[in-house]
């Protein structure tokens, strides 16, 4: 018998995860008992928690040993830092672009205008940075293991590549030996993670069920315009952008590509975090894509923490909406032409400084809202449909991350013909 890929074991998964949740609402309701009352809440709770601990679990020693490896294997610094200019330059550029496409759909469409709503009184994320100096300064980790505990990846990967770097001075047998350790505790971790890839089809089916047998669909109906906008600049990245960058850099096919990546797309849908996907969209890149460990070790743990396409667009678009609701509200209020870049370079800023982990992109919000002066109060508002937007917008970050990995290895020529 042929064996059946892990892309459509996890498809099997989420269809499964549907039904389970689906049926379980309806149960429920017809019976007249809260869901989270039931045994099979309490599994699918379970097994999905059990999921996402085994993703986090792997993910520190994983970015570590294979960073420190990668930068091992490349040789030099100066190689390390043409590498690491290459990748900033296309993180900035697909992260403008989804920018762009943002600004252009919601300028279009007008999700707010007309909108009829009571604001809020209550905002989310009182946890906020204050400014944008505290938001680059929260990246240097004044404790690396405290950093590393509380899941800070950016912090571990900044320690990591200071130490990878000094590795690269030190000389003869010391290096020796310990380049061969770290090389083998990074094969380690790549194992590890293909054994906790192996569960993703029954991680994300609770998942999936979890999430389906708790939400209802009437919160969607009023501000469906929005989530339509943010869903379709989400679509045109992820189905036309980035593909024609990759077609345009690599030459390659780029909708076989996002297929080799997709169990780590499926992962981010249904985990909603970057960070915590990492671990497959290292292990898809590099055994699925071909992409080398030098190149993919550095490129997806600094992109699944700066590189955020799918959070800057939808930053975009929910500000504009919120000022759009709110001119509704307050016909004195006006975007200036300059408030509109700022609302541009900060939500560049916000995707930069984000976590990747759920509901981040919202929290953050709140600088760009304070700072054009709207009402923080209005985050309530799309707090109630933002489970469904993260999904989606993990999904792109993610997908931004894996195209950028492909093109900057292409042009350093590191890419193997695929693996599968
Ligand atoms: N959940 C997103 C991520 O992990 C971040 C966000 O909230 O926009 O990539």
């Known amino acids: 018998m042929k064996r059946i890929k892990l892309h459509w074991w996890i498809l ?27 045994a099979a809440y309490a599994a699918f709770d379970g097994l999905s928690t059990i999921f996402m601990n085994l993703l986090k679990m792997i993910v520190i020693p994983l970015v570590f040993f294979s960073l420190v490896s990668g930068m091992q294997g490349m040789g030099s610094l100066a190689r390390l830092g043409r590498l690491g200019l290459r990748t900033f330059l296309f993180y900035m550029g697909t992260s403008l672009l989804a920018i762009l496409t943002g600004l252009t759909l919601v300028n279009l469409i007008r999700p707010g205008d007309g909108l009829n709503v009571t604001v809020p009184t209550e905002p989310v994320g009182k946890e906020v940075p204050e400014s944008f100096w505290e938001v680059l300064s929260n990246m240097v980790p004044d404790n690396v293991v405290q ?18 770097a000094f590795m690269l001075t030190l000389e003869g047998e010391k290096k020796d030996v310990l380049s061969r350790f770290i090389e083998a505790c990074s094969d380690i971790m790549m194992k590890m993670t293909g054994f906790v890839i192996a569960l993703a089809p029954v991680g994300i089916a609770a998942l999936i069920a979890k999430l389906v047998s708790t939400s209802g ?22 189905l036309i952008t980035l593909p024609a960058l990759i077609y345009i850099f690599t030459r390659r096919n780029p909708y076989r590509f996002i297929w080799t990546m997709s169990p780590a797309l499926f992962t981010a849908f249904s985990t909603a975090s970057s960070s ?15 992409i080398s460990n030098r190149v993919a070790s550095f490129v997806l743990p600094l992109g699944a923490t700066i590189n955020m396409d799918g959070t800057a667009l939808y930053e975009i678009v929910s500000v504009l909406f919120i000022a759009q609701v709110h001119a509704g509200i307050d016909p004195s209020f006006t975007l200036t ?23 981040a992109g919202l929290v953050m919000m709140v600088i760009i809202l304070q700072a054009v002066g709207l009402p923080v109060e209005y985050t309530a508002l799309i707090w109630a449909v933002d489970r469904v ?27 193997s013909e695929s693996v599968d």
Do not use: K
């Open 337 to 359: 032409f300059g408030q509109q870049l700022l609302i541009v370079f900060l939500g560049l800023a916000v995707s930069i400084g984000a976590a990747g982990i759920p509901h």
């Open 12 to 38: 099997i998964g989420i269809v499964a995860g549907i039904l389970a949740g689906w049926w379980t609402q309806s149960f429920c309701s017809d019976a007249g008992i809260p869901v989270e009352s039931t």
């Open 389 to 415: 937007l993260d999904m989606g917008r993990t999904v792109i970050n993610v997908t931004s991350d894996s195209s950028v990995a492909l093109m900057v290895a292409h042009a350093e020529g590191e890419v």
């Open 276 to 290: 915590g996907t990492l671990g497959v969209t290292l292990r898809r890149a590099e055994r699925g894509a071909g």
């Open 217 to 238: 669909p009437e919160l969607f109906w009023e501000m469906r315009w929005y989530v339509i906008t943010v869903a379709l600049a989400l679509a045109t990245h992820l």
């Open 147 to 164: 950093a590393a505990a509380d899941f800070e990846l950016i912090g571990v990967i900044l320690f990591a590549i200071l130490f990878g």
